[in-house]
């Protein structure tokens, strides 16, 4: 069983940065995808980006240039960097994995593809 947990969410001013992290354990496979999702209050779950185990990633339109994820050097842990933050980037933030891998990053995948989700971790942007 594959356990995912995200931390690092907060409330920041327009402008801003943070970093989320994503620490997934239990894996079976060796082949996989992680994805970070958002959702805000009255609106539909938003797939950001994605990344898969040979490091390739994908960015929703609504966060190119602003937002990065990355991996560390031993694949423990998914980061989520998130630049230039906006009001209407406030959501709850959620990671996700794909395992065994049965897809690509490109076109981004949706929630319904990934088999594990963590709990979620708030992102609060002011103006």
């Known amino acids: 069983q594959v356990q995912v947990v995200e931390s690092g969410g907060g409330s920041v001013q327009a402008g801003g940065s943070l970093r989320l992290s994503c620490v997934a354990s239990?894996?079976?496979?060796?082949?996989?995808?992680m994805g970070w999702f958002r959702q805000a209050p009255g609106k539909e779950r938003e797939g950001v980006g994605a990344?898969?185990?040979?490091?390739?990633?994908s960015y929703a339109d609504s966060v190119k240039g602003r937002f990065t994820i990355s991996q560390d050097n031993a694949k423990k842990k998914l980061y989520l960097q998130m630049n230039s933050l906006k009001s209407e980037d406030t959501a709850m933030y959620y990671c996700?994995?794909?395992?065994?891998?049965?897809?690509?990053?490109?076109?981004?995948?949706?929630?319904?593809?990934?088999?594990?989700w963590g709990q979620g971790t708030q992102v609060t942007v002011s103006s």
């Open positions: 996700a994995v794909q395992s065994p891998r049965m897809g690509w990053v490109d076109p981004l995948p949706v929630f319904p593809e990934y088999n594990y």
């Open positions: 239990g894996y079976t496979y060796r082949s996989y995808l």
């Open positions: 990344i898969d185990s040979y490091g390739t990633t």
